[in-house]
């Protein structure tokens, strides 16, 4: 199982790669692999602000619809709109073309609550 230790990492099983105050958002390989072939990514508030914790949108399996939370408070300024012809970028490739969001951070703070990958191997019991 693929975790990179240069990420951040959710309970929710989303990662976070942060530049500046940009952060790259998207779910980790033990999630698409629980989830199984992915083969829809909805993600309707592009342009929104929203809190930490609210939901920014869905990734739908053959088998399962699963909510996506947003990691840190801000802005969504970018969707990987690759996503929409092949969803199922985020099961061959989910921290490099998989990534589903760009956040615009409102909130530096937020970031000392998200997981290292130590944290998030011991979460997962990896």
């Not at 959710?10 to 942060?18: A, C, G, P, R």
């Not at 990987?80 to 615009?104: C, F, H, R």
């Amino acid at each position: 199982m693929n975790i990179p230790s240069e990420l951040k990492y959710t309970k929710d099983h989303e990662w976070v790669s942060i530049e500046g105050d940009i952060a790259t958002v998207g779910i980790t390989d033990f999630a698409q692999g629980e989830l199984g072939d992915i083969v829809y990514v909805e993600v309707e508030t592009l342009d929104e602000t929203l809190d930490k914790d609210e939901v920014f949108g869905t990734v739908e399996a053959v088998k399962t619809v699963s909510d996506l939370f947003l990691p840190l408070s801000g802005e969504i300024i970018a969707f990987n709109e690759a996503l929409e012809e092949e969803p199922e970028k985020v099961n061959s490739d989910p921290y490099g073309e998989g990534w589903m969001i760009k956040i615009k951070i409102n909130d530096a703070a937020e970031k000392e609550g998200l997981l290292s990958d130590a944290q998030y191997k011991e979460l997962i019991g990896a």
